[in-house]
């Protein structure tokens, strides 16, 4: 027995002496970050403004000094500078999580954008698209830096960095907040004015971010936010059943898209018909969602009744529906009768779809699809023809595995915590009591089926938020108002004031 023992010993300690020892990764050399200065000239504001462009690569580092993540950024900045003081700064990022910021850079306030029909009739096609100056642009009064947040454009870990430690709620905020802290010390503007713009997702970063500055050892107050598209809590975002709150907040949107395409409110302004159904949604929808089974079947009769006056579908529908449409079957719904669906991003925009009868939408976001392309090819032929960027990797203009693997946790590790839907307006509510000068405008499209405005009223009326300093601005478009001409030009009018009323 003791042989047996000690032969099945002999040939363990052989076996694992014969293992392979496990290597350590060799982490490839981080080469110098890459940067992109041009010099330039434009008319913005009706006044002639010379700026420099920087394109590059701002690595940030770990507490050991390690480089861990690259952020890329776009900072246009006027040159020669003049006082810092009187010059003020925007930070500019989109959502997601997992979009570049191309959308706001080649939409709205970029020195160049990209043309696309704005009555939304028509697909951007295939290349060459057509980039045009942009004469509402901000650089007569605001330099602006465009971010893009880890793994989106050029912006990537490095080094010993891992994507958890920014693919998350709270990460995400920490990132960003650093890299903004760290390009006002380079650029010595910490006396200048400061703004973050952001839009839907990046109307939850703001906040986040806004929070964080004031953290850190390095406090950096706001003197403002531009919201566009807000999304600052989810209950009123997410159309999912059971979510009453949803439909409350989609309720007005969808009757703005009924409205739109000539199926409700026929004969009256849009302003005045969505009073009509805010006031029906406050005064008799709510409270009957609330009775839900309570109600009598002439209850619901009625209220069935009214619904389809307000969102253009039949009554029977209504009712089978129990009273509660969810966003994605009315897209599909709305417009039937014709074969087309209608944009979750825009409500103006339709798509022919070969499934005339699913149940949602099943070609994608007629609203995303019909303009993605002009706006990729687009920044991808400005970079390399006027910023002279050469990078060895493509620019992500999306990246799905953030959304795959974010984390929404708010509380830390090791903690109790029950899953709920993200809300950030309790905490901008709380930075603006701490910070008595910052500002918020807040801009919302009637026809944005993702982030309905009626949202915006609902989250802006509660959570501690200080209403004096909110300033609420609508637009006849949708999450991205400024792909409609007028509302572009009215948005980026909108900003200004905002900024100028200091």
Same mark, same amino acid.
């Given at each position: ?32 970050? !890459? ?101 509402? +642009? ?45 390009? /006002? ?35 950096? $107050? ?14 009123? $975002? ?65 209220? !069935? ?12 529908? /209504? ?19 014709? +074969? ?37 090819? $687009?920044?991808?032929?400005?970079? !390399? ?78 959570? +501690? /938020? ?37």
């Amino acid at each position: 027995m003791k042989k047996l023992i000690l032969a099945f010993f002999l040939v363990s300690i052989s076996t694992i002496s014969q293992e392979p020892k496990k290597e350590e990764v060799e982490l490839r050399p981080i080469p110098k970050p !890459a940067s992109f200065v041009t010099e330039h000239q434009g008319f913005f504001g009706g006044v002639t403004i010379k700026y420099r462009a920087t394109a590059k690569e701002t690595y940030l580092t770990n507490e050991a000094g390690d480089s861990v993540a690259s952020i890329w950024s776009v900072a246009y900045t006027q040159n020669p500078l003049g006082s810092s003081s009187k010059r003020p700064v925007a930070f500019i990022f989109n959502g997601g999580p997992g979009s570049a910021s191309i959308w706001l850079h080649f939409g709205l306030l970029g020195p160049q954008i990209v043309k696309v029909d704005s009555e939304a009739k028509k697909d951007d096609g295939a290349a060459p698209f057509e980039l045009i100056t942009n004469q509402y +642009g901000l650089l007569d009064l605001i330099d602006l830096v465009f971010i893009d947040p880890v793994g989106t454009g050029y912006s990537r870990v490095i080094g010993k960095g891992k994507e958890t430690d920014y693919w998350g709620l709270k990460e995400d905020a920490r990132s960003v907040a650093k890299f903004m802290r760290q390009w /006002i010390t380079e650029n010595d503007r910490w006396n200048s004015p400061k703004y973050i713009i952001g839009e839907s997702f990046g109307t939850t970063r703001a906040a986040a971010v806004g929070a964080e500055l004031e953290d850190e050892g390095q406090t950096m $107050s706001l003197n403002g936010m531009v919201l566009i598209s807000q999304a600052l809590d989810y209950d009123g $975002s997410t159309s999912v059943r059971d979510n009453i709150t949803s439909f409350i907040t989609y309720l007005p949107s969808m009757a703005a898209a009924a409205w739109y395409h000539k199926k409700a409110g026929e004969g009256k302004p849009l302003e005045v018909f969505l009073q009509e159904c805010r006031e029906f949604t406050y005064t008799v929808y709510t409270p009957a969602l609330y009775k839900g089974n309570l109600l009598s079947n002439e209850e619901k009769s009625a209220l !069935a009744e009214k619904l389809s006056y307000f969102i253009g579908l039949d009554k029977a529908y /209504i009712l089978k529906s129990d009273l509660r449409v969810l966003v994605p079957r009315f897209q599909k719904k709305l417009l039937e009768d014709t +074969g087309l669906a209608i944009g979750r991003l825009d409500g103006r925009f339709m798509g022919d779809e070969a499934d005339k009868v699913s149940e949602n939408p099943h070609l994608g976001d007629p609203a995303s699809y019909q303009v993605d392309a002009a706006y990729t090819a $687009s920044l991808n032929h400005y970079f !390399a023809a006027e910023l002279k960027v050469k990078m060895d990797r493509p620019y992500l203009v999306s990246n799905e595995k953030i959304g795959e693997k974010w984390r929404w946790r708010t509380a830390p590790e090791n903690t109790y915590w029950e899953p709920s839907p993200p809300n950030v307006a309790r905490s901008l509510g709380e930075t603006m009591r701490r910070n008595t000068a910052m500002k918020v405008l807040v801009a919302s499209g009637y026809f944005d089926l993702i982030c309905p405005f009626f949202d915006a009223e609902y989250t802006f009326n509660r959570n +501690g /938020i200080v209403k004096e300093r909110i300033e609420m601005r609508y637009y006849e478009a949708g999450h991205m108002m400024y792909l409609h001409q007028p509302d572009l030009i009215k948005l980026t009018s909108d900003i200004r004031k905002f900024i100028l009323e200091e």
